[in-house]
């Protein structure tokens, strides 16, 4: 399903149909005309209903998540860290990227990074646990492609994140950002 076909309230229906079922609807209000002529558009042109105004179309975009407490490092003050992104247009997560990066001298950065989606106020998984961002968010991870709710713009997308074993003073997990690749309707 696209956020396109979500917007205009057709779930499932490609950008053709919607707009094949557009142009019949028009065709049929329109009078009569004894003869039409038509007017081949020159290649520049496809993608406009007229000149300058482009048809509604969807891309993959990315959205980055800061973290809001201690630049995203674990440390016992801190087993607790927030990740926010806030987006700008109607938009839908669909694939996270995260990568944790481990400074291991005492031997205790070995703690998962868990995390639970939000989009508002709105917990984005099947269970109110704690889910393993690292495994998610993995850049080789295969498979994990999730479908968020689509938020409207201004809306917060969080992470809230936890670790669960805090390194000592010797040892550094840091989550430095956070990705969402996402659909965005542009």
């Given amino acids: 399903m696209s956020v396109l076909g979500s917007i ?35 290649g520049w042109r496809r993608g406009q209903l007229a000149p300058g105004v482009q048809t509604p179309d969807e891309g993959m975009h990315p959205l980055p998540l800061s973290p809001l407490q201690n630049n995203g ?25 995260a990568v944790a990066v481990r400074v291991n001298t005492g031997g205790t950065a070995v703690g998962r990074i868990l995390g639970q989606f939000f989009v508002g106020v709105d917990l984005q998984q099947a269970e ?24 409207e713009p201004g809306v917060l997308i969080r992470v809230i994140t936890s670790i669960t074993l805090v390194p000592t003073p010797a040892d550094t ?14």
Wanted: proline residues 6%; aromatic residues 8%; hydrophobic residues 45%.
């Fill in 73 to 97: 490092a674990y440390v016992a003050a801190f087993p607790s860290i927030t990740f926010q992104g806030q987006i700008q247009k109607p938009f839908r997560c669909e694939r996270l990227l």
């Fill in 128 to 151: 109110i646990f704690g889910m393993d961002v690292e495994l998610i968010g993995s850049p080789t991870a295969f498979g994990t492609r999730m479908t968020l709710h689509q938020a």
């Fill in 8 to 42: 205009l309230g057709h779930d499932g229906a490609s950008r053709e149909e919607i707009l094949g079922e557009l142009a019949e609807v028009i065709g049929a209000l329109a009078p009569a005309r004894p003869s039409s002529v038509q007017v081949q558009r020159s």
């Fill in 173 to 186: 997990v840091t989550l430095p950002g956070m990705l969402f690749f996402g659909r965005v309707v542009h």
